[in-house]
């Protein structure tokens, strides 16, 4: 049986030294350019008509477009639409590469941790900068639950610094143990296909193909839940209440 | 530039409209005087036109499914949202107390400590996730219900 891990290994393309430390342009790396450019392709070339009837390509990206800013505009308010671009890049990102990974041969540069928690962190420390760039020190009263008794603040104040300091992890850790457990599951069970022959492969297959269907649904989700995040905690940095 | 984009948005809604512009101009060309005939005789509205925003409706395409199809998919978005809280609230916990024992060469105590504290931020978290959705429901609820059936449904 093959090794369902094997499909997460980072493969170095071109080799590159950067000052002692490892920049080669990896699968990684190439899948990420890939999924900018299909963006790229499909804001800038599908947009290029601006027809009031769209096409089909112009019609995808006005959705997304749309989808995005709806998002944007129910959970920050009008505040958040400096924010727009951010989300939108952000969101578009997850989704292609989620979605690239679902295409067979390729890579799911989402399934690395250290990826996800680069996403995670650049939204963590954006978003703690923009608080206090708002509310100045005021933001740390953000760590004081309202209406809790005198006794009990020093306690409520650390675990509200915790729930906090989860947060780039649980959004990191959801987006990567989601993609991972997929697609090792689809290679096991790929390898049960083959193992069981002709006579009893069918069975896997037929999960096979429904749960090709479910993984689909989570790779958008997983970018839903990724922006919708970004914007819950945006609105908690700008408007300050739990 | 999003603020350019803004209106450009809004401005879609427009659309919806301007296709019923068309079929309302048909109803008029189709038996509109008539009706208004009718209506300046015994004052009452033409019965075929009761049920035209139902017809209408219907013509458009059950826009009440979708709703339930987008309820659904966020019903699962928080589902993932809630579980993983959970795990990573004694995660960052268990982290923390790890590190500050390294420091102070107190183990376990502050590993205790902030494990519990970890667990209690992460339920508290769930918690508040779950208080926020209910009141979002509550309002879509209250909002979606319709006022002469409230007395039944209940």
């Known amino acids: 049986m093959p090794n369902p891990m094997l499909q997460f290994e980072i493969k170095r393309l071109i080799k590159l030294d950067l000052f002692g430390l490892d920049a080669s342009f990896t699968n990684s790396s190439l899948f990420m350019v890939i999924a900018v450019f299909l963006i790229t392709l499909l804001t800038i070339w599908g947009m290029r008509g601006r027809a009031l009837v769209p096409t089909r390509m112009q019609s995808v990206a006005e959705l997304s477009y749309e989808f995005v800013a709806n998002m944007v505009r129910d959970n920050v308010g009008s505040a958040g639409q400096k924010y727009f671009p951010f989300v939108f890049s952000l969101f578009m990102f997850v989704l292609f590469t989620n979605m690239l990974g679902m295409v067979p041969y390729s890579f799911t540069v989402t399934s690395q941790i250290i990826v996800t928690f680069a996403l995670a962190a650049l939204v963590f420390i954006g978003v703690t900068i923009i608080g206090f760039a708002k509310h100045g020190l005021g933001f740390l009263k953000f760590l004081v639950p309202s209406g809790a008794p005198a006794v009990l603040l020093p306690m409520l104040v650390v675990v509200e610094a915790i729930s906090y300091l989860t947060r780039p992890l649980s959004l990191s850790v959801r987006l990567f143990a989601n993609m991972m457990a997929g697609h090792a599951m689809l290679k096991v069970f790929g390898a049960f296909v083959v193992g069981l022959g002709f006579l009893g492969g069918w069975a896997p297959l037929a999960f096979m193909v429904a749960f090709t269907g479910l993984e689909i649904l989570v790779a958008f989700l997983q970018a839903y839940v990724f922006a919708i995040l970004t914007c819950i905690y945006l609105n908690d940095a700008l408007h300050m209440h739990h | ?154």
């Open chain 2, 1 to 154: 530039m999003v603020r350019a984009a803004w209106p450009f948005y809004k401005g879609r809604g427009c659309r919806l409209i301007g296709a019923v512009g068309p079929m309302a101009k048909f109803v008029k060309s189709h038996g509109g005087n008539r009706t208004r005939n009718r209506e300046n005789r015994s004052g009452e509205r033409d019965d075929r036109f009761a049920d035209f925003e139902k017809r209408l409706e219907r013509a458009r395409g059950h826009p009440g499914d979708a709703p339930e199809a987008q309820a659904r998919g966020s019903a699962m978005g928080t589902a993932f949202r809630i579980s993983t809280e959970l795990v990573v609230g004694l995660l960052v916990g268990g982290l923390i107390g790890w590190q500050l024992d390294r420091w102070f060469d107190t183990s376990p105590v502050f590993l205790l400590l902030f494990f519990v504290l970890g667990a209690a931020a992460g339920i508290w978290n769930v918690v508040r996730t779950a208080l926020a959705m209910q009141s979002d429901t509550g309002d879509a609820q209250a909002a979606t219900k319709k006022p002469e059936r409230g007395p039944d449904a209940k």
